[in-house]
């Protein structure tokens, strides 16, 4: 069997030995074009003109495009108000204004400088106060709430209040947006992206050039990574490579430089989160409230199903009975914020995190003793949702990881420490993860699969998914070998093409692998149900001159299995390899490729009522951090990190241990140096390397120590897995709650100001203050 192997990711040797082809390493086609954009130079303004004669005059230019030359000027994942170029009011610094089309990206740099606009500035809302003050919101208030919070917050031995603040996130992809655009006859176009959904893509270009989804195919062969912010956001850049190729009627690429990616592109949601607590004297919480506010920039983009899950994520993994979550998506003039990892997930549950901090310091207890008492366990494990946490295996994880974790001991030596150190602080903490699986919009719930056997008895599989370096090829590789019995390499997964599977969803929401991964199994049951059948007829010595097999599905064919290349009659003990029945079906006239179609049964979240069944189930996961912070400048080192993850039965441990370990540090990152900074215009500083930190490998725990639970239990994934390209990301918060425990020992009255992220200037200044 190859599922549950550590079988190597489909790139491994072709990333390293640098033969895996990017967009940008494709050779130039004859008269291909390179095209940049014009960003907007105010944060908030009215356009009144665009002359761009003198660039035009530049040797090299081509042409330059404005919204006046797209069919349609408007797209938006979720709602259709976002301008592909800027048409009348400029909403954001950097906002697209024109794109340029040239020989080489020389002349499009002298381009830029001699393009003239006309604008009449307004005045900007640059943060979330000045956008809650303003009543200035992109969505409706969303409410979940259970139980009756007013009456718990009044009768309540103990209360308290406070504001949580995060802030935002770059991702940081190694390759940054690109996309190139081939114009075909009858006015088809042909479009490679990196985007994490080629559907969306197809669809936008289509919209914008005027043209009918059957005339134009996305493909998307892999990205430099993701993360979220190719969900939505690459669409529009192929828009703009496709004007420019539709127009000339030539082939051309947009790569996105680095500085210009982290400009123009939306990035993690900053919050701001108003939160009441009512506990009692042991510090189980009776109550909690809170009212959410994320900053989701100039446009809706995704702001509201990543505020709908920061909201279905606000009760972390405790449960709590009389809860009253609110949520808005703030506008401001920043770029549109977007889908993120975790997509709200670690923003509601950062919060809650932070909550049961500030209780244990308050009652003097231990925050770990403060978790045991609230997590979901005992006779009510309904979520303020309603929807209920099915296999829970949350007790089991925090009392396995307090033992391998050495918790108590470690607690009483950073206690000591503490007393004792002049020039170091030590902190510790444990947090979990129960994040939610399934898009929360339930109609992305589905997938198609295309798999098709040739008669050296090697397949090809194609599905909606794209590959971002998570791991999902491999995962359908093994998928579709396991089901035949042969080994992974007999099995390719082909480039995303919108062409072999249509109206797919994102690859995102952790599902990849869910979603395309169960189609692949329908699809190759269906053949080998084919082949059981011919294999049968043969074994009855009845093919010869039977010119059809009829599929019969009356008959239990159990006994014939697909085995080491093989298919074996387990009742006689005979066996064929697969090559030589494949040929018999050949010249049976039996098909050999099929396609089949999965969607996830069972869901279903009422959004206006806040009620219902949002997930197909939960991956779950706790993390215990111990941190040493620098008291004079603030740095802090994670000393170990220790991780139990529940990820059902992994198709590929190897592929998942990567996936913990790289979303784990994505987090800390998150939560410790990764700080964005602004202008007092709204204009983005940290927009390079130079500027902006995430996390090295000096940033990593000294000690990393990742372990799997078994758990054989979630019969609603295929093969029994779980998703595991989110969850973990959330266990990033363990080293921001360890952070401040540490300023807790210390500077008590302080350690409830700390910020997201925990940077070196903020914590010396929590200290010093
Ligand atoms: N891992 C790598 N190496 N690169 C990525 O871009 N994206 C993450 C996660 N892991 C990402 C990654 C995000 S945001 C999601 S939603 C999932 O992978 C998407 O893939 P999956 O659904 O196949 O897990
Ligand atoms: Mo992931 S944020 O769902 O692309």
């Keep these: 069997m190859t599922v549950g192997k550590n079988v190597p990711h489909d790139s491994a040797s072709t990333h390293v030995s ?42 090299g230019v081509l042409g330059i495009f404005t919204h006046r030359d797209l069919a349609n000027n408007r797209w938006g994942a979720i709602v259709k108000e976002q301008p592909i170029l800027v048409d009348d009011i400029i909403s954001y610094e950097y906002e697209p204004v024109c794109v340029i089309a040239a020989e080489n990206y020389k002349a499009i740099e002298k381009a830029k400088k001699l393009i003239e606009l006309d604008i009449e500035e307004i005045e900007s809302v640059l943060c979330i106060q000045k956008s809650i003050d303003n009543k200035d919101f992109l969505t409706a208030e969303k409410k979940i709430a259970r139980g009756d919070f007013e009456k718990a917050f009044e009768s309540a031995p103990h209360t308290l209040e406070g504001i949580f603040e995060n802030g935002g996130q770059e991702h940081f992809y190694l390759e940054s947006h690109a996309c190139a655009a081939l114009p075909l006859e009858n006015n088809q176009i042909e479009i490679h992206s990196s985007s994490q959904h080629p559907s969306e893509t197809q669809h936008v270009v289509a919209q914008s050039l005027g043209l009918s989804y059957h005339q134009v195919v996305c493909v998307v062969k892999r990205m430099g990574g993701g993360f979220g912010g190719k969900e939505s956001q690459a669409a529009p850049f192929a828009s703009l490579v496709g004007l420019c190729a539709k127009k000339l009627k030539r082939p051309a690429r947009m790569i996105i430089n680095k500085d210009d990616d982290m400009k123009v592109t939306g990035k993690r949601h900053p919050f701001k989160n108003f939160w009441k607590v009512a506990f009692d004297n042991e510090g189980k919480i009776l109550g909690y409230k809170i009212k959410l506010f994320s900053n989701g920039g100039a446009y809706t983009d995704l702001s509201e199903s990543i505020l709908e899950r920061a909201m279905l994520h606000s009760d972390g993994c405790y449960y709590i009975p009389n809860v009253e979550i609110l949520g808005r998506v703030c506008k401001t003039n920043i770029h549109s914020n977007t889908a993120f990892r975790g997509f709200g997930g670690p923003q509601g549950n950062a919060t809650i995190e932070s909550v049961i901090e500030e209780i244990a310091h308050y009652l003097k207890k231990d925050s770990f003793e403060i978790r045991e008492k609230n997590i979901y366990q005992g006779e009510d494990l309904h979520t303020p949702y309603g929807q209920l946490v099915e296999h829970n295996t949350l007790p089991e994880i925090l009392e396995k990881i307090k033992i391998s974790s050495d918790y108590d001991k470690r607690r009483k030596e950073v206690v000591e420490f503490n007393k004792s150190s002049q020039t170091h602080l030590k902190g510790i903490a444990v947090t979990g993860t129960k994040f939610g699986i399934a898009f929360t919009a339930r109609f992305l719930n589905q997938a198609n699969a295309l798999v098709n056997m040739h008669l050296d008895g090697t397949i090809q599989v194609s599905t909606g998914a794209t590959e971002m370096g998570q791991g999902v090829n491999t995962k359908i590789q093994q998928i579709a070998a396991g089901a035949f019995g042969i080994p992974v390499s007999k099995v390719q997964v082909m480039p995303t093409s ?272």
């Excluded at 303004?45 to 665009?50: P, Q, V």
């Excluded at 097999?549 to 074996?568: P, Y």
């Excluded at 998703?723 to 080293?735: I, K």
């Design 18 to 59: 640098g033969e895996s082809i990017f967009i940008d390493d494709r050779p130039f086609l004859k008269n291909e074009m390179v095209c940049g954009f014009l960003g907007a130079p105010v944060s908030h303004g009215r356009l009144k003109e665009i002359r761009v004669e003198k660039a035009l005059n530049v040797p």
């Design 498 to 769: 919108t062409e072999k599977n249509h109206n797919t969803s994102p690859t995102a929401a952790s599902s990849g692998s869910d979603l395309n991964g169960m189609a692949t199994l329908i699809a190759c049951n269906k053949i080998k149900q084919r082949l059981t059948s011919v294999y049968n007829t043969h074994l009855s010595g009845g093919l010869t001159p039977a010119d059809e097999i009829e599929v019969d599905n009356t008959q239990d064919l159990s006994h014939i299995v697909f085995e080491d290349s093989f298919v074996k009659d387990t009742k006689s003990g005979k066996s064929i390899s697969l090559k030589e029945l494949i040929s018999i079906a050949y010249l049976n006239r039996v098909s050999m490729g099929d396609y089949a179609f999965y969607k996830t049964p069972g869901l279903g979240f009422d959004k206006a009522l806040g009620k219902g069944q949002a997930f197909n189930y939960y991956t779950n996961g706790m993390a215990v951090s111990e941190v040493l912070i620098d008291k004079f400048t603030g740095e802090t080192k994670v000393l170990r990190t220790d991780i139990l993850m529940d990820l059902g039965r992994s198709i590929n441990p190897g592929i998942d241990m990567g996936q913990v370990s790289g979303a784990f540090v994505q987090g800390m990152g998150w939560v410790t140096a990764e700080n964005l900074v602004y202008s007092d215009t709204g204009v983005l500083l940290s927009h390079s390397p130079t500027t902006y930190k995430i996390p090295s490998i000096q940033d990593t725990p000294r000690e990393f120590n990742i372990d799997l639970l078994e758990n054989n239990t979630n019969d609603v994934c295929v093969h029994r897995s779980k998703a595991v390209g989110e969850p973990p990301f959330l266990l990033g918060n363990s080293v921001w709650n360890a952070i401040k425990d540490a300023v807790y020992s210390v500077r008590p009255e302080n350690a409830s100001k700390l910020r997201l992220p925990a940077t070196c200037e903020e914590i010396v200044t929590l200290l010093d203050e």
